[in-house]
């Protein structure tokens, strides 16, 4: 059956109108989940983690324990649940980073995914390295909550969470193993 110009011009036009409602319905739709959901960023995709993520992830991946320290605000805290220990400020701070760096061969942070809702993002991650002495390396799932100060630009608390045992268990030690005491 042959089609006749008006009908083949009408069909068209009809996938053209079809085809920018669709367009204009995907558009919104981007656009009011952009507005009222808490961002995700995911790891591999085309989305970026927040600036603070980043530069904390990379301050973790480097050997200057002063950049980790220098994304808390003065009377920051960090919390390590996994060993159960808190640092207050830059310095303190500092220092637990270059302790980690000392016991850990490799330390690395891959941040596989953040959730940003207010001030507080949650850092879903992989926690890795090899402790000196261990026979074997350990790569851990981490969930770390960074709650930010009123401008977003500096870390007010930092809560890490991760399973010592599974460290310990990878790692190929005892349960009750314990860290060297500090040399100085």
């Keep these: 059956m042959s089609s006749t110009p008006t009908t083949t011009a009408t069909s068209a036009a009809t996938r053209t109108s079809r085809s920018s409602r669709a367009a204009t319905v995907l558009a919104t739709a981007a656009a009011l989940c952009a507005v009222t959901a808490p961002a995700v960023h995911a790891a591999g995709g085309d989305?970026?983690?927040p600036r603070i993520v980043a530069d904390w992830a990379r301050a973790w991946n480097g050997t200057e324990p002063q950049a980790l320290g220098a994304l808390f605000t003065a009377d920051g805290t960090y919390v390590d649940l996994g060993?159960?220990?808190?640092?207050?400020?830059?310095?303190?701070?500092?220092g637990w980073k270059a302790r980690a760096d000392g016991l850990i061969a490799n330390v690395h942070v891959t941040v596989r995914a953040t959730h940003r809702k207010g001030d507080r993002i949650t850092v879903d991650a992989v926690y890795s390295g090899q402790l000196k002495g261990a026979p074997k390396p350990f790569a851990v799932p981490m969930t770390t909550l960074l709650d930010l100060d009123a401008n977003h630009c500096r870390i007010a608390s930092d809560e890490?969470?991760?399973?010592?045992?599974a460290v310990l268990a990878q790692s190929g030690l005892p349960a009750d193993w314990t860290p060297p005491a500090p040399t100085h």
């Design 160 to 165: 890490d969470h991760y399973s010592l045992a």
């Design 83 to 94: 060993v159960g220990v808190t640092f207050r400020g830059p310095r303190e701070i500092s």
């Design 47 to 49: 989305r970026r983690p």
